[in-house]
């Protein structure tokens, strides 16, 4: 970036003297180097460079961005950035108001704000912002084209009044925008002064549409050819690339090709309109040239008959009855150029609202509530014609209107709140121009008013009575002259000119056109034709073409009242607004970049009242708040006033938060506000809260962390509330619908064997489990009930068997009585009591009978060994093992031959009636029985006893079932060596016997024990 060397002050309030002439000094001094940017006060000043400066660039945004005025070299980002502050901060919503004569340079100036604003938002980088900022800036190329034109001043003047509201959400990224439109100076359409041009528009479109292009809409590219063109300056600028830049510009506007069909077909339909000529043939009006007529029907999309219609005759609706009247040639010259007006007047209007539906705030209702804008004005600049018309009264109009406002708002509030709070003030004298807007827009008496009854009034008004009528209304209004008040004043032509003095100066206005440009007629007919245009966006250009020819219709507003209304509006828009000013002064008039001229820019600065906006600035204040509101902000920084200040009022807060920051030789105290004189000031106290804020912040995050956990926390508790009752409920439910099922179990056969259980619900898998043991509790309880209890010891037994045998051994003595110890019954035993006494003596032979308990079950056996002998034996079973007794006739000592059950490998059976049982030891020395009686053969079958006593107990010790082996074979170890047992059944055979058979043991029973 090029250094700007800063010369003369950067801010008006520092000249030693506040006069006309330290003013030009600075303003040159600084223009000649390229300063084009001075402050008054927070009101930028800036001079048109007529040239590129190299002052805009991303280097200097980052230099501005978030920083305050007086920090950097005045620059109109600074505004921009202070606009955008006030609203971030504040919530505020802010405007710059442009203000300038023609070619000041005030749309470079609003260009240049959006263009800062675009660049220092959207930190996140989001589409939607990103859509809405290109949006907004590429709605200037289009405004511009439709709505500017080359003047004697200004190559690119604008035509027409700007303001946009370009609104931000909370997080204050721009997210939207409208722009409203004033008065567009139609009258350019159909007539230029000589040396300006018609509207860009028309010469983008012929210079910069292809051949195929300009075919479609008829026109040749020679500017010269058309009427509308040829009057004015045939300079060519830059339209062919512009052209270019206005259709990409539609196209990110989002219009459809439809649209921008219909916008250059309009544009080249107003070329056509124009060239079209009326004759009188024979007391006829017709239309010479028709192949132009021919063409504006094509690109309007009407017929032609209807056009060639309502160009030469008008419908009138009187009594009732619809008649036809022919024009004369004048009427239809002028009923021609109003329609090519309107017709460019709805398309610029019709463009806006289509722009404005692209930028629009497409948020939720609720978001908008938060949502806060920046207003930028750029409006017309005050203008001096040769020959001023019914236009530059409306503009020049409007500048009077913003000019009171500054007055409003800079000079007369400010002064008026120093006395109102009591401060020391010496009045400032300024020129207030309210009696010219009176002059106006008056009631009754103002111009706009005269002009409207003129309007009004039936018969032959003419602008002649007009300027009469005003003349006699107004001859004493010391800001209005005309030759017949005056006749001396030769400048004024007799009953056509009469003066008015602006504030900026005087003008004269030439009364010719003022009751027809008022009035702004359109005959009804073309309004009907176009709204039955087959273009739909035409017809909608249109929607007052649709009512009915019979019906009258209220009088339209003058074109002067709306105007006036539209002004009105504008002013109370920006009243809500915090404002900030850049006054734009043009050096000279001749568009160079060096020249100062003394005198233009002198004249500019008197009528901006600059002067008078340094003396009310350099007397009065930076900023004054309310002391709530200052303690509010700036309570922080001050020990005495953080958290709550609770000695005195806000007042006496205040003071003591500035005295004790050493602020206090620069504010001074209202009756409800305090004052700060300097920005410094202002600036040390937005630092020091800024330095407190991060404090508060953590603070703020602690409570909130606090909060936002405890709010967990219940949330937790109440979601396990709700779990527990809802695992209640289901357990609930899952309960009675066992219930349900289970009601009619014990009617059943099976007791509810057979019933399917619901499905448990997860929490209750283990309630299942255990509903499954009460379950079957219940249902053994229900089965074993037939029985005494007494034998339910015995049925347990005989399930064990019968489950261990289950189909192998058809006997195993399930009908008789199980008595267990039968060695212990006399009628078993003859040796019964010596059998008792040892078994007695065996038991305590161990301390506190740990060998076994009980006697569970006893038998006499004959026995086979390893030496392959048979012998006559006994032997017990106990709750812990299994003992070999000697033979009855040797008391049934215990023989030493004793297995643990728990260590049983497993116990073989046969398949038939005979009682042979093998219990298999881990120490390969089985023990072979067969069991029988004391002195015969049993009558009875006891093998399932002992399978079911062991078995059980053996389950008991263990928890495993033991093994039971059915088979007529068994195979046995008998002192480590491996036998196989076979049972053979002989006929002659009455005591089962073994043998010892080639290494085998035969085991030898009557056939009837074989199966
Ligand atoms: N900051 C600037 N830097 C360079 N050139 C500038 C600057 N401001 C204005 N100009 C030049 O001055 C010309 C006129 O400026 P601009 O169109 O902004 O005037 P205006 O005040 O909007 O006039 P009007 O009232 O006619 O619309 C611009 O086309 C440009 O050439
Ligand atoms: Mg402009």
Same mark, same amino acid.
């Given at each position: 970036?090029?250094?700007?060397?800063?010369?003369?002050?950067?801010?008006?309030?520092?000249? @030693?003297?506040?006069?006309?002439?330290?003013?030009?000094?600075?303003?040159?001094?600084?223009?000649?180097?390229?300063?084009?940017?001075?402050?008054?006060?927070?009101?930028?000043?800036?001079?048109?460079?007529?040239?590129?400066?190299?002052?805009?660039?991303?280097?200097?945004?980052?230099?501005?961005?978030?920083?305050?005025?007086?920090?950097?070299?005045?620059?109109?980002?600074?505004?921009?950035?202070?606009?955008?502050?006030?609203?971030?901060?504040?919530?505020?919503?802010?405007?710059?108001?442009?203000?300038?004569?023609?070619?000041?340079?005030?749309?470079?100036?609003?260009?240049?704000?959006?263009?800062?604003?675009?660049?220092?938002?959207?930190?996140?980088?989001?589409?939607?912002?990103?859509?809405?900022?290109?949006?907004?800036?590429?709605?200037?190329?289009?405004?511009?084209?439709?709505?500017?034109?080359?003047?004697?001043?200004?190559?690119?003047?604008?035509?027409?009044?700007?303001?946009? #509201?370009?609104?931000?959400?909370?997080?204050?990224?721009?997210?939207?925008?409208?722009?409203?439109?004033?008065?567009?100076?139609?009258?350019?359409?159909?007539?230029?002064?000589?040396?300006?041009?018609?509207?860009?528009?028309?010469?983008?479109?012929?210079?910069?549409?292809?051949?195929?292009?300009?075919?479609?809409?008829?026109?040749?590219?020679?500017?010269?050819?058309?009427?509308?063109?040829?009057?004015?300056?045939? @300079?060519?600028?830059?339209?062919?690339?512009?052209?270019?830049?206005?259709?990409?510009?539609?196209?990110?506007?989002?219009?459809?090709?439809?649209?921008?069909?219909? *916008?250059?077909?309009?544009?080249?339909?107003?070329?056509?309109?124009?060239?079209?000529?009326?004759?009188?043939?024979?007391?006829?009006?017709? *239309?010479?040239?028709?192949?132009?007529?021919?063409?504006?029907?094509?690109?309007?999309?009407?017929?032609?008959?209807?056009?060639?219609?309502?160009?030469?005759?008008?419908?009138?609706?009187?009594?009732?009855?619809?008649?036809?009247?022919?024009?004369?040639?004048?009427?239809? %010259?002028?009923?021609?150029?109003?329609?090519?007006?309107?017709?460019?007047?709805?398309?610029?209007?019709?463009?806006?609202?289509?722009?404005?539906?692209?930028?629009?705030?497409?948020?939720?209702?609720?978001?908008?509530?938060?949502?806060?804008?920046?207003?930028?004005?750029?409006?017309?600049?005050?203008?001096?014609?040769?020959?001023?018309?019914?236009?530059?009264?409306?503009?020049?109009?409007?500048?009077?209107?913003?000019?009171?406002?500054?007055?409003?708002?800079?000079?007369?509030?400010?002064?008026?709140?120093?006395?109102?709070?009591?401060?020391?003030?010496?009045?400032?004298?300024?020129?207030?121009?309210?009696?010219?807007?009176?002059?106006?827009?008056?009631?009754?008496?103002?111009?706009?008013?005269?002009?409207?009854?003129?309007?009004?009034?039936?018969?032959?008004?003419?602008?002649?009575?007009?300027?009469?009528?005003?003349?006699?209304?107004?001859?004493?209004?010391?800001?209005?002259?005309?030759?017949?008040?005056?006749?001396?004043?030769?400048?004024?032509?007799?009953?056509?000119?009469? +003066?008015?003095?602006?504030?900026?100066?005087?003008?004269?206005?030439?009364?010719?056109?003022?009751?027809?440009?008022?009035?702004?007629?359109?005959?009804?007919?073309?309004?009907?034709?176009?709204?039955?245009?087959?273009?739909?966006?035409?017809?909608?250009?249109?929607?007052?073409?649709?009512?009915?020819?019979?019906?009258?219709? =209220?009088?339209?507003?003058?074109?002067?009242?709306?105007?006036?209304?539209?002004?009105?509006?504008?002013?109370? /828009?920006?009243?809500?607004?915090?404002?900030?000013?850049? +006054?734009?002064?043009?050096?000279?008039?001749?568009?160079?970049?060096?020249?100062? @001229? %003394?005198?233009?820019?002198?004249?500019?600065?008197?009528?901006?009242?600059?002067? %008078?906006?340094?003396?009310?600035?350099?007397?009065?204040?930076?900023?004054?708040?309310?002391?709530?509101?200052?303690?509010?902000?700036?309570?922080?920084?001050?020990?005495?006033?953080?958290?709550?200040?609770?000695?005195?009022?806000?007042?006496?807060?205040?003071?003591?938060?500035?005295?004790?920051?050493?602020?206090?030789?620069?504010?001074?105290?209202?009756?409800?506000?305090?004052?700060?004189?300097?920005?410094?000031?202002?600036?040390?106290?937005?630092?020091?809260?800024?330095?407190?804020?991060?404090?508060?912040?953590?603070?703020?995050?602690?409570?909130?962390?606090?909060?936002?956990?405890?709010?967990?926390?219940?949330?937790?508790?109440?979601?396990?509330?709700?779990?527990?009752?809802? =695992?209640?409920?289901?357990?609930?439910?899952?309960?009675?619908?066992?219930?349900?099922?289970?009601?009619?179990?014990?009617?059943?056969? !099976?007791?509810? =064997?057979?019933?399917?259980?619901?499905?448990?619900?997860?929490?209750? +898998?283990?309630?299942?489990?255990?509903?499954?043991?009460?379950?079957?509790?219940?249902?053994?309880?229900?089965?074993?009930?037939?029985?005494?209890?007494?034998?339910?010891?015995?049925?347990?037994?005989?399930?064990?068997?019968?489950?261990?045998?289950?189909?192998?051994?058809?006997?195993?003595?399930?009908?008789?009585?199980?008595?267990? !110890?039968?060695?212990?019954?006399?009628?078993?035993?003859?040796?019964?009591?010596?059998?008792?006494?040892?078994?007695?003596?065996?038991?305590?032979?161990?301390?506190?009978?740990?060998?076994?308990?009980?006697?569970?079950?006893?038998?006499?056996?004959?026995?086979?060994?390893?030496?392959?002998?048979?012998?006559?034996?006994?032997?017990?079973? /106990?709750?812990?093992?299994?003992?070999?007794? #000697?033979?009855?006739?040797?008391?049934?000592? @215990?023989?030493?031959?004793?297995?643990?059950?728990?260590?049983?490998?497993?116990?073989?059976?046969?398949?038939?009636?005979? &009682?042979?049982?093998?219990?298999?030891?881990?120490?390969?020395?089985?023990?072979?029985?067969?069991? &029988?009686?004391?002195?015969?053969?049993?009558?009875?079958?006891?093998?399932?006893?002992?399978?079911?006593?062991?078995?059980?107990?053996?389950?008991?010790?263990?928890?495993?079932?033991?093994?039971?082996?059915?088979?007529?074979?068994?195979?046995?170890?008998?002192?480590? =060596?491996?036998?196989?047992?076979?049972?053979?059944?002989?006929?002659?055979?009455?005591?089962?016997?073994?043998?010892?058979?080639?290494?085998?043991?035969?085991?030898?029973?009557?056939?009837?024990?074989?199966?």
């Amino acid at each position: 970036m090029a250094m700007q060397r800063e010369a003369g002050v950067q801010d008006f309030v520092l000249l @030693d003297q506040v006069n006309m002439e330290k003013f030009m000094d600075n303003l040159r001094k600084r223009f000649q180097v390229g300063s084009i940017y001075t402050y008054i006060g927070e009101v930028c000043v800036s001079m048109n460079p007529y040239r590129q400066m190299n002052i805009y660039g991303p280097e200097t945004i980052r230099k501005y961005k978030g920083r305050e005025l007086f920090e950097n070299a005045p620059h109109v980002f600074a505004i921009a950035d202070a606009a955008y502050r006030v609203l971030k901060q504040r919530q505020q919503d802010t405007c710059i108001l442009i203000s300038g004569e023609s070619g000041a340079g005030k749309t470079e100036a609003s260009k240049i704000i959006m263009k800062y604003i675009a660049a220092v938002t959207n930190a996140q980088g989001q589409n939607e912002i990103e859509r809405v900022k290109n949006v907004l800036i590429q709605s200037n190329a289009i405004l511009e084209t439709f709505g500017n034109a080359k003047t004697n001043r200004n190559d690119n003047s604008s035509r027409f009044g700007k303001y946009m #509201d370009i609104e931000f959400d909370y997080k204050a990224d721009p997210v939207g925008g409208i722009i409203t439109n004033y008065l567009l100076e139609k009258s350019r359409v159909v007539q230029q002064q000589p040396g300006e041009r018609n509207f860009h528009s028309f010469y983008q479109l012929l210079r910069g549409a292809n051949d195929n292009e300009l075919r479609q809409y008829d026109l040749q590219k020679e500017t010269g050819k058309y009427h509308y063109l040829n009057q004015g300056s045939m @300079d060519i600028l830059t339209e062919k690339s512009d052209y270019k830049g206005t259709c990409n510009a539609f196209k990110t506007l989002g219009f459809t090709a439809d649209e921008v069909h219909t *916008i250059w077909r309009t544009i080249a339909a107003i070329l056509h309109l124009g060239n079209v000529e009326f004759q009188t043939i024979e007391d006829e009006l017709v *239309i010479s040239n028709k192949q132009h007529l021919q063409s504006t029907a094509k690109l309007l999309q009407v017929t032609e008959s209807e056009l060639s219609q309502a160009l030469t005759k008008r419908v009138i609706a009187a009594g009732g009855n619809v008649m036809q009247k022919d024009h004369n040639a004048t009427q239809a %010259e002028y009923g021609k150029d109003a329609l090519a007006k309107a017709i460019y007047d709805r398309l610029f209007t019709w463009i806006i609202s289509r722009i404005n539906r692209a930028i629009l705030f497409r948020g939720s209702k609720n978001q908008a509530r938060f949502n806060s804008v920046i207003g930028v004005l750029d409006i017309y600049g005050f203008e001096i014609f040769d020959s001023n018309s019914f236009e530059q009264f409306c503009i020049n109009y409007c500048n009077e209107k913003l000019q009171q406002l500054f007055i409003e708002l800079v000079l007369k509030q400010e002064q008026e709140e120093y006395q109102r709070e009591g401060i020391e003030w010496t009045n400032i004298d300024y020129f207030n121009n309210k009696i010219i807007c009176d002059l106006i827009e008056q009631p009754h008496k103002g111009i706009i008013a005269i002009l409207d009854e003129a309007c009004l009034s039936v018969g032959n008004v003419t602008d002649d009575t007009l300027l009469g009528a005003m003349d006699k209304n107004l001859s004493k209004h010391p800001h209005y002259t005309s030759r017949q008040l005056k006749p001396t004043d030769k400048e004024l032509k007799h009953r056509e000119d009469f +003066r008015i003095t602006h504030y900026a100066g005087d003008v004269i206005y030439n009364i010719k056109g003022f009751i027809e440009k008022n009035k702004d007629t359109l005959y009804q007919d073309f309004k009907r034709l176009l709204h039955n245009s087959k273009d739909i966006n035409m017809s909608e250009m249109w929607p007052e073409g649709a009512q009915d020819i019979k019906k009258t219709t =209220k009088r339209p507003l003058t074109a002067g009242t709306l105007f006036q209304k539209s002004m009105a509006d504008l002013v109370v /828009t920006l009243l809500k607004k915090e404002p900030f000013y850049v +006054r734009c002064i043009k050096p000279n008039d001749i568009k160079s970049s060096t020249v100062f @001229d %003394e005198e233009r820019v002198q004249h500019q600065v008197r009528y901006l009242g600059l002067l %008078e906006n340094v003396r009310v600035r350099r007397a009065g204040f930076v900023n004054r708040q309310r002391y709530d509101k200052f303690l509010l902000r700036y309570k922080m920084i001050s020990q005495y006033t953080w958290p709550n200040f609770r000695a005195g009022s806000d007042r006496d807060g205040v003071r003591v938060l500035i005295e004790e920051k050493g602020f206090a030789q620069d504010v001074k105290y209202g009756h409800t506000k305090i004052f700060i004189r300097s920005p410094r000031t202002l600036f040390a106290l937005e630092q020091q809260r800024n330095e407190m804020i991060p404090h508060i912040v953590t603070l703020l995050q602690k409570q909130v962390r606090g909060w936002i956990a405890r709010r967990n926390y219940k949330k937790i508790k109440a979601a396990v509330t709700i779990m527990r009752a809802y =695992k209640t409920y289901k357990l609930r439910s899952y309960v009675q619908e066992l219930a349900n099922r289970f009601r009619n179990a014990k009617q059943t056969r !099976d007791y509810g =064997k057979s019933i399917q259980w619901p499905q448990p619900p997860l929490a209750g +898998r283990k309630a299942e489990a255990k509903l499954h043991r009460i379950f079957d509790f219940w249902r053994a309880n229900m089965i074993l009930r037939k029985y005494p209890r007494s034998e339910w010891p015995q049925l347990r037994l005989q399930i064990i068997a019968v489950t261990a045998l289950a189909g192998r051994r058809p006997y195993w003595g399930q009908q008789r009585k199980w008595l267990g !110890d039968y060695l212990a019954n006399s009628m078993d035993n003859s040796g019964y009591e010596a059998y008792s006494t040892n078994v007695r003596k065996l038991k305590s032979s161990t301390p506190s009978g740990e060998l076994f308990r009980q006697v569970l079950f006893s038998a006499f056996a004959k026995k086979f060994n390893k030496h392959n002998k048979q012998a006559e034996r006994a032997f017990i079973i /106990t709750d812990t093992t299994i003992h070999k007794l #000697d033979g009855i006739k040797k008391k049934f000592r @215990d023989m030493n031959h004793t297995i643990a059950i728990k260590d049983l490998t497993s116990i073989s059976v046969t398949p038939g009636r005979d &009682q042979l049982i093998v219990f298999h030891s881990p120490d390969n020395n089985d023990l072979v029985f067969a069991l &029988q009686g004391e002195t015969s053969t049993l009558k009875e079958d006891r093998i399932g006893e002992v399978v079911g006593i062991v078995c059980k107990k053996y389950y008991d010790a263990t928890n495993t079932e033991l093994r039971v082996n059915v088979g007529s074979n068994i195979a046995c170890r008998l002192g480590e =060596k491996p036998k196989t047992i076979v049972v053979e059944g002989a006929a002659n055979v009455e005591t089962p016997n073994f043998r010892h058979a080639s290494g085998n043991i035969i085991f030898e029973v009557p056939s009837s024990y074989c199966v």
